[in-house]
């Protein structure tokens, strides 16, 4: 059995751990406020903007064909959006579980030849790549110390102007899309190329469109502002999830650390007794043998 001090030290410390575990509880919970407002109210821009450059594609054109065009999958880039910091479970993770499965599953060959980049946002996403000596494109990496759309947009231009050029023939984001609180939904979407609006009962894939002032420059605008806005929504998405995450972790581990205190004092308790126990027996003793002698 463990001695007092050693158990009032351990009491001492899993009290410490608390305190900072709560803590970490009330800040991820302020921060998620804060980053749950901002997707939600991006949300349906974003929803609205994909829609439409859907319905672009399917109406296909000459000028910006480069955008949807489908070519043999020879070197794709996987963008992967985790945190900067860990301690929120499973959160980043479950990304690098995904996209080690993507490229199992559908990228194995390109990934043999060398020919699978990876765009990390965050810097865990970048821990987790170059540790495996992986082909990576760190300049996007610190994207989230300070999550604006013009800082999204330069990650964003990045991948349109290495697809539109050759140098990637396929473009996937691997994220976690917020639900709630407690639930955050593992995304892997294709960024590029745009893949066009399924045919449904509503819906056609020959689409007539009145262009105005002209096809072109409609767009040559709107084509990049709508990718732009698609990839800031999975940053928006995955900074909610994490503090999400973290929150639930934080409470989780908070929670944890209250049940481990009870018993901790059971056993502070308990050894506490048996030290008393045993010194009554040694004064009893002592006792007897002054009596007997």
């Not at 509880?25 to 997707?39: P, T």
């Not at 499973?90 to 996209?99: E, G, L, Q, R, W």
């Not at 698609?230 to 929670?255: C, F, H, I, P, W």
């Amino acid at each position: 059995m463990a001695s007092l001090k050693e158990v009032k030290s351990r009491i001492t410390s899993v009290m410490s751990t608390q305190q900072i575990t709560k803590a970490m509880k009330m800040v991820a919970a302020a921060k998620l406020r804060k980053s749950q407002d901002k997707i939600q109210q991006m949300r349906p821009f974003a929803q609205k903007m994909n829609a439409l450059l859907q319905n672009l594609s399917s109406a296909g054109t000459d000028g910006q064909a480069w955008y949807s065009q489908i070519r043999e999958e020879k070197k794709v880039l996987i963008i992967a959006v985790t945190s900067d910091r860990g301690l929120c479970g499973s959160f980043n993770s479950s990304v690098f579980k995904a996209v080690v499965r993507l490229v199992e599953e559908k990228y194995s060959k390109q990934a043999k030849q060398g020919n699978v980049t990876y765009l990390p946002i965050g810097k865990k996403a970048l821990e987790f790549f170059e540790k495996r000596n992986l082909p990576t494109k760190t300049d996007f990496s610190t994207l989230l110390q300070t999550i604006t759309f013009d800082s999204v947009a330069k990650a964003a231009d990045f991948a349109m102007t290495s697809f539109q050029k050759g140098e990637f023939d396929k473009v996937e984001i691997v994220y976690n899309e917020f639900k709630n609180v407690a639930t955050q939904i593992l995304r892997v979407e294709q960024f590029l190329p745009i893949l066009p609006l399924p045919v449904t009962e509503t819906t056609t894939s020959q689409t007539d469109y009145i262009y105005q002032p002209n096809q072109e420059e409609i767009l040559v605008g709107l084509i990049p502002k709508s990718l732009k806005v698609q990839l800031y929504k999975a940053v928006l998405d995955s900074n909610a999830s994490e503090n999400g995450a973290r929150m639930t972790a934080m409470d989780k581990a908070t929670e944890n650390a209250g049940d481990l205190l009870k018993e901790l004092k059971l056993t502070y308790n308990r050894t506490r007794q048996a030290a008393i126990t045993k010194e009554i027996l040694e004064i009893v003793a002592g006792a007897e043998a002054l009596k007997s002698a």
